[in-house]
């Protein structure tokens, strides 16, 4: 089992930026996807941004240019640094990792962290 703790959400202005952060315990063993989704009320959970264990990088096109994700594999801790924030950022954001055991997946979620972008 992997437990997820996310970190760093809050209230913003438009324009400002915050650091989410995402602490992975338990077993780890080749978590070897970690990212962030968010979901807005009334609206289906969406990928951010994600990160392999090996650096690549993917990211949602509404966020390309203004969130960064990194990781710490030493730490097992995974980033998102969001700048520029928008109104529509606003969501609840969730932290993901998957892991393969022996060709087995797992997928992990953590309880997931409020970031409020308003005036």
């Known amino acids: 089992q992997v437990q997820l703790v996310e970190s760093g959400g809050g209230l913003v202005q438009p324009g400002g930026s915050l650091r989410l952060s995402c602490a992975a315990s338990?077993?780890?063993?080749?978590?070897?996807?970690m990212g962030w989704y968010r979901q807005a009320p009334g609206k289906q959970r969406e990928l951010v941004a994600t990160i392999t264990n090996g650096g690549r990088t993917n990211y949602a096109d509404s966020v390309k240019d203004r969130f960064t994700i990194s990781r710490d594999n030493a730490k097992n801790t995974v980033y998102l640094q969001m700048n520029s924030l928008k109104p529509e950022d606003t969501a609840a954001y969730y932290c993901n990792s998957k892991q393969n055991i022996f060709g087995k997946e797992y997928d992990y979620w953590g309880q997931g962290t409020q970031v409020t972008v308003s005036s």
């Open positions: 338990g077993t780890i063993f080749n978590l070897y996807v």
